[in-house]
């Protein structure tokens, strides 16, 4: 894949094509954005681009085409797995991340973890990786121009790897091209930030979306409604229509959760329910909990636009005989904020591995207390 073939983001590409045509390249770069928003095809392209040349072989396409170019090396988060016992590094998976490249490539950090059947593990970049890149760019490109490292969620480099890597994302060697793609700049530590040149990628076209999704074979009325729900993130749009059922599961545990919530504010003993409820929930995967949580927010700000008579935005499509619309009277001004931030502060919570059903208990009390808040 090389520029022409990314999907979406003209104005970004014509700056990236542009530095390269004038040959001034920069040798740190931050791409900001999230995965679904296909920073990864981006950095792929760009890096495929760069190390090629003016005047590629076709052997030179190939390799960088298969992933397999000699110049081009790969970091991302690791996680111990069955495996691989101890001390994890991108180079032992180098096979298994070419694979899920390859099949999902607008893939999120958390299908990353799921690929590799460690969702419930917390996935790093340790000092042993930033070691392996430094030795790596020490040496000369294996194709006489320029060689690229590629870091696929930055922000998970730990603080030592970080350090490690300071000195050669400040001063690299010649011809040498960091690209770090991370969901926030500010995630990274301020030292490692302020040395990249930062693009900023925001969501594709909902055209854009709705075009990809009938060229794979999706129905034109589902590619449009999807595409509309994605809010431009095509990774999104993509795990929409491949885990229909997920989704199903998502707003079954979701009515569950709130009509529970409902009855146990006039009966005192469906409290118990609500703690088997969390129980449940408790004995899922840390990324399936939070992705639930994710579903939740976006169900919460639906039934908020629905209860203001915003519907045309609220873009939520049920799979279920959920009544969307009646459940929105609930949902207002006065109770919106705090049920959103007790969300957001349990999907933080869980990503420092607090204890979810300690979480999902507490959650479930806030949240009988507050959809019975009056407007």
Known sequence: MFLNDVLGH????????????????????????????????????????????????????????????????????????????????????????????SEQPFGSLYNWMRYLE????????????????????????????????????????????SNKLLKSIEEPPAKTLFILLCPNAYKLIATIRSRCQRTHFGGVEPSLIAQLLEKKGVAKTLSAAV????????????????????????????????????????????????????????????????QFLSFTIQTFRAALMNHYKLEAVANFHPKTDFKLERFASFIHGA????????LEDSIYHLSRNGSPQMIFTELSFKLTRLLHSKA
Not at 137 to 152: A, D, Q, T, Y
Not at 335 to 342: A, E, H, K, R
């Open 335 to 342: 109770n919106i904020l705090p049920i959103i931030t007790s």
């Open 118 to 161: 460690a969702e419930n593990k917390q996935g790093i970049i340790s000092v042993n990786d930033a070691l392996s890149v430094i030795e790596k760019v020490r040496f000369k490109s294996f194709e006489g121009g320029w060689k690229c490292v590629i870091i696929w969620h930055a922000e998970k480099l730990t603080l030592a790897a």
């Open 227 to 290: 595409a509309s729900q994605s809010k431009g993130n095509v990774g999104k749009a993509l795990d929409l229509v491949d885990q229909q059922n997920e989704l199903v599961q998502y707003e079954e545990w979701f009515v569950n959760w709130v009509r529970t919530a409902f009855r146990a504010k006039a009966n005192k003993a469906v409290v118990l329910e609500l703690s088997k409820w969390s129980q449940s929930l408790a004995s899922k995967g840390i990324e399936t909990q939070k």
């Open 10 to 101: 003209d104005v970004q590409k014509r700056s990236l094509a542009g530095s390269i045509a004038v040959k001034r390249i920069p040798h740190a770069q931050l791409f900001e954005g999230t995965d679904g928003n296909g920073l990864l095809k981006v950095a792929l392209a760009y890096a495929n681009t760069v190390v090629c040349g003016d005047n590629p072989s076709e052997a030179s396409i190939r390799k960088a085409l298969r992933m397999v170019h000699p110049d081009i090396h790969f970091v991302f988060p690791t996680a111990v797995t069955s495996g691989t016992k101890t001390k994890p590094t991108s180079n032992d998976f180098l096979n298994k991340w070419r694979g899920f490249v």
